[in-house]
Nanobody
Framework: QVQLVESGGGLVQAGGSLRLSCEAS????????MGWFRQAPGKEREFVAS????????YYADSVKGRFTISRDNAKNTMYLQMNSLKPEDTAVYYC?????????????????WGQGTQVTVSS
């Protein structure tokens, strides 16, 4: 089992920045990659970004490319999402997730463990 705890959400004005953190504990040696997903009210959960745990390869949804940066600190078992130039449409609950296999990074069904989510609200 891998436990995940997110932090860093909050309320910010459009154009502002936030940094989310996700700390992993438990069987962290099993982590192949980690990712961020988000879910807005009335919408399905969608892929935001992913990072491989060893090589650090990163992937982003088109909607956040150039504005969000995913990173990780293996020593701290922590993943980050730096969000800049935030827009009202970025408002959602953000979830971190762990994938223990080399499967498609954007398909949420391939992720094995999930955090509880953290709310990000961007006001216009």
């Amino acid at each position: 089992q891998v436990q995940l705890v997110e932090s860093g959400g909050g309320l910010v004005q459009a154009g502002g920045s936030l940094r989310l953190s996700c700390e992993a504990s438990g069987r962290t040696f099993s982590i192949y990659a980690m990712g961020w997903f988000r879910q807005a009210p009335g919408k399905e959960r969608e892929f935001v970004a992913s990072i491989s745990w060893s090589g650090g390869s990163t992937y982003y949804a088109d909607s956040v490319k150039g504005r969000f940066t995913i990173s990780r600190d293996n020593a701290k078992n922590t993943m980050y999402l730096q969000m800049n130039s935030l827009k009202p449409e970025d408002t959602a609950v953000y979830y971190c997730a762990v994938r223990i296999s080399n499967r498609s990074y954007f398909d949420l069904s391939n992720y094995n463990y999930w955090g509880q989510g953290t709310q990000v609200t961007v006001s216009s």
